[in-house]
T-cell receptor, first 112, second 113 residues
Framework: DAKTTQPNSMESNEEEPVHLPCNHS???????IHWYRQLPSQGPEYVIH???SNVNNRMASLAIAEDRKSSTLILHRATLRDAAVYYC?????????????FGAGTRLFVKA | EAQVTQNPRYLITVTGKKLTVTCSQN?????MSWYRQDPGLGLRQIYY???????DKGDVPEGYKVSRKEKRNFPLILESPSPNQTSLYFC????????????FGAGTRLSVL
């Protein structure tokens, strides 16, 4: 399974944009890039996913590099409720994506 | 309300006493999975199931068993729990394997003394 690398922690000010990077240099052509986040004392929740093109939804945007070896999760205006651990994972469409490998994730701190 | 339900939420037990953590989903998902979460190690997959009667090992299956007799239920069984299985456990389900948008339960915190 392809691996992802993320910074251990990042800090942001409230109301400012946040760019959370993820490196996945061994990504295969059929791997989807997924982001989940885990709020304190909760289970992980889905944020966004994409394959090649940039994606937007109500929670965030996902910017995927042209060579697909890195991606960035963008929170357009951070709020205190966005303080969480953010996980970037890869899922292989060909194999059905049965196995899931989460890295240690990035802990986002948001300052008021 | 669509949800993944785990029970119990908290459990303290002793070494060697068999236990089962239940997981149920009401979304008719084919794919279900169990993870454990430990400080500094993130989430690690224990077992997963692609459908009824179809299960396979994840990255850390030792000491665990699962069964999938019904689509909605995926219990995690610890036949002889040991202290190194003290952890936070999450169950998840997914409607489409390829897109893998997983929905997670609230977690079960297990302590084995």
């Amino acid at each position: 399974d392809a691996k992802t690398t993320q910074p251990n922690s990042m800090e942001s000010n409230e109301e400012e944009p946040v760019h959370l990077p993820c490196n996945h240099s061994t990504i295969s052509g059929t791997d989807y890039i997924h982001w989940y986040r885990q709020l304190p004392s909760q289970g992980p929740e889905y944020v966004i996913h994409g394959l090649t093109s940039n994606v937007n939804n109500r929670m965030a945007s996902l910017a995927i590099a042209e060579d697909r070896k890195s991606s960035t999760l963008i929170l357009h205006r951070a709020t205190l409720r966005d303080a969480a651990v953010y996980y970037c994972i890869l899922r292989d469409v060909d194999t059905g994506g049965f196995k899931t490998i989460f890295g240690a994730g990035t802990r986002l701190f948001v300052k008021a | 309300e669509a949800q993944v339900t785990q029970n119990p939420r908290y459990l303290i037990t002793v070494t060697g006493k068999k236990l089962t953590v239940t997981c149920s989903q009401n979304m008719n998902h084919e794919y279900m999975s169990w993870y454990r979460q430990d400080p500094g190690l993130g989430l690690r997959q224990i077992y997963y199931s692609m459908n009824v009667e179809v299960t396979d090992k994840g990255d850390v299956p030792e000491g665990y068993k699962v069964s999938r007799k019904e689509k909605r239920n995926f219990p995690l069984i610890l036949e002889s729990p040991s202290p190194n299985q003290t952890s936070l456990y999450f169950c998840a389900s997914s409607p489409e394997i390829a897109k893998n948008i997983q929905y997670f339960g609230a977690g079960t915190r297990l302590s084995v003394l």
